[in-house]
Nanobody, 116 residues
């Protein structure tokens, strides 16, 4: 399984970005998936998850981020609105389960920088 996140960049506070995740070897529609991020000096954290059609978000992301899958294209998205400087991090996509923090395979992430 190989996953690759893209779509990051530099954005001003209050702006929006949409991250995309493509994968080889898995079908997003039939797997629980998540978006994660890691800021400098901090541990990786779960931002959003989609499992069995149910979405869940971290406290920080709730109400601002939206996780979704384009089943026809097999692309996982993270729409990020009302970005804040504290959203600055490298964002990763991956499968999701309760032991996600034990995953040892993380694909290429995408840098999101929120700054004026």
């Amino acid at each position: 399984v190989q996953l690759q996140a893209s779509g990051g960049g530099l954005m001003q506070p209050g702006g929006s970005l949409r991250l995309s995740c493509t994968a080889s070897g898995i079908v997003f529609r039939t797997n629980a998936v998540g978006w994660y991020r890691q800021a400098p000096g901090k541990e990786r954290e779960l931002v959003a998850a989609l499992a069995g059609g149910v979405t869940s978000y971290s406290y920080s992301a709730n109400g601002r981020f939206t996780i979704a899958v384009d089943n026809a294209k097999n692309i996982l998205y993270l729409q990020m609105d009302r970005l804040r400087p504290e959203d600055t991090a490298v964002y990763f996509c991956n499968l999701y389960n309760d032991n996600w923090h034990k995953f040892d395979s993380w694909g290429q992430g995408t840098q999101v920088t929120v700054s004026s």
